[in-house]
Each structure stands twice: as C-alpha cells, then as structure tokens.
Nanobody, 120 residues
C-alpha cells in the first residue's frame, strides 16, 4: 500500500529555516506531480508548492523563500523553508498523484501532516 510520511516540522523562530521531508513508500509506477499544501487555524487548505517533470510552481506568499525539490532515488520530496514568519504557521501536508501501473489513472494520496510553528 502506498503511504506518504512527512517529517521535519517543529518550532522555529521568525526568520529561521526548516526543511520538510515526505517519503513515499510502496510500489509506484509514477509519482507526478507531488507537492505540499498547508492549513492554518481557521483557514482553508492551500497549495504551497508542487513539482512535476522538473517544473515547479509556488504560491505567491512563499515565492522566493521556499524551495521544493525531490530525490527520486529515495522517493522523497523536500520543502526548504527560509525566512519563516508567523503567517507560515500551519500543518503542512504532502500530496502526490500516483499511478500504480501504466494502465491506471492517477490517484491522490495525502500524508498525515506535520506541524510547523513560527514564533515571534
């Protein structure tokens, strides 16, 4: 069974940095795209960054501060977060569109989420 497990969240001071990781386990034919979403208290879940076929897309609020990358050999996607501020406080979720075989349609998988808290 395919599973996505996030790690790397925690408490960080404003202006600091964190790197989130999302490891995909189980058999996969393709993982494309894969990315990060976040949900802050009282707000809807929003797209943060995605990567697909070498291309990346970022939300305007994180552009220039966050960098998404992937290591296909490790089946892992990363989110490097720099210059963090209070508005970045949220639960960060990994999301991937995965095919189990060449004949399958893509299925969306979500990780359990990892908490990022930015203090003043």
């Amino acid at each position: 069974q395919v599973q996505l497990v996030e790690s790397g969240g925690g408490l960080v001071q404003a202006g600091g940095s964190l790197r989130l990781s999302c490891e995909v386990s189980g058999y996969t034919y393709s993982i494309n795209p894969i990315g990060w979403h976040r949900q802050a208290p009282g707000k809807q879940r929003e797209l943060v960054a995605i990567i697909s076929s070498g291309n990346t897309l970022y939300a305007d609020s994180v552009k220039g501060r966050f960098t998404i990358s992937r290591d296909n050999a490790k089946n892992t996607v990363y989110l490097q977060m720099n210059s963090l501020n209070h508005e970045d406080t949220a639960v960060y979720y990994c999301k991937a569109d995965i095919k189990r075989s060449i004949w399958d349609a893509s299925t969306v998988y979500w990780g359990q989420g990892t908490q990022v808290t930015v203090s003043s």
